[in-house]
């Protein structure tokens, strides 16, 4: 892992079983290995066309899937990765699935239960607006379970996401990383915009006091449950243009990876005339 600073090249991915340090991450980082601005924007509109025509193939194919975790802090850039990078997606194949305080029937069952509901089926892309890792950061964080608890999460997170692996549900997990003054420059700009005061919460500024306590929640979970099946990328994403371009990139790799195929037609196209 590239330390900040040191050498230009950081890369996205988490190696499976190495240590996370998020210090060592540049959270405004845009250079090396890729190219330059005008470059990357090119890029990412190519990359928004191809990532649809991959998207109808998955859908025809009916085989396979594709899940797409987002966790972040407030203001992180969640929404607006939903909103630029899924802009060219099928919404008859596509779905955003948010997770809150877990209440009523989820809150009733095991962590992961209001989760595997929501899985993508065969053909489908779904987005998580926060996951099933929110039981092993903001639970942690607030004590919400104790630390046997929370520790324990950890394998079963793995166990589960393995078990949707093997069924044919492939999964990228993007922690969009941004710093804390980024934060507060983001807080500062939805108190200075009325139109963006619907945005603000209470709350929010009540998790910024816990900003070292979250870094260490999201090292452990970086370091815990990036494994080969089911990788987590840390993206840079103080700029907004290089989360767009990276988190895209990423999921086009992914899906040209799974290649996937229109199935054979059904009937045999010689014997249809049409009148
Ligand atoms: P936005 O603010 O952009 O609308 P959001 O995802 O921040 O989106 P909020 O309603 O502000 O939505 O916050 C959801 C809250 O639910 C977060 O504080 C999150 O930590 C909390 N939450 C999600 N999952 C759990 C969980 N399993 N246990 C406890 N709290 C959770
Ligand atoms: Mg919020």
């Known amino acids: 892992m590239s330390k900040k600073g040191k050498d230009k090249e950081q890369p996205l991915r988490i190696e499976p079983g190495t240590k996370v340090r998020l210090k060592d991450f540049d959270p405004d980082y845009h250079s090396n290995p890729y190219p330059d601005d005008p470059k990357l924007v090119n890029q990412l509109a190519k990359d928004l066309k191809r990532m649809a025509e991959l998207q109808e193939r998955l859908y025809a194919e009916h ?70 890792y929110e039981d092993v950061l903001v639970a942690r964080v607030h004590g919400l379970a104790p630390k046997s608890v929370w520790k324990g999460r950890y394998k079963h997170i793995n166990n589960f996401e393995e078990e949707l692996v093997d069924s044919g549900t492939q999964i990228l997990k993007f922690f969009l990383y941004i710093s804390k003054e980024e934060q507060r420059d983001r807080f500062q700009q939805r108190l200075d915009d009325q139109q963006k005061h619907w945005k603000l919460s209470l709350a929010d500024f009540a998790e910024r006091g816990r900003w070292d306590y979250y870094m260490e929640a999201f090292e452990d979970a970086l370091a815990h449950c990036s494994t080969p099946w089911a990788p987590w990328y840390v993206i840079p994403a103080n700029r907004k243009w290089f989360r767009n371009y990276a988190v895209a990139r990423t999921i086009v790799e992914k899906l040209e990876e799974m290649d996937p195929k229109f199935p054979p037609t059904t009937v045999d196209i010689s014997k249809i005339v049409l009148t």
């Open 63 to 132: 085989k396979r899937s594709l899940l797409i975790v987002l966790q972040a802090m407030d203001a992180g850039g969640k929404d607006g990765t939903i909103k630029h990078v899924m802009s060219g997606l099928n919404p008859q194949s596509c779905r955003v699935a948010s997770f809150k305080k877990p209440a009523g029937l989820e809150a009733e069952r095991d962590f992961l239960w209001r989760i595997h509901r929501v899985t993508p089926a065969q053909g489908e892309i779904v987005i998580f607006n926060r996951s099933h």
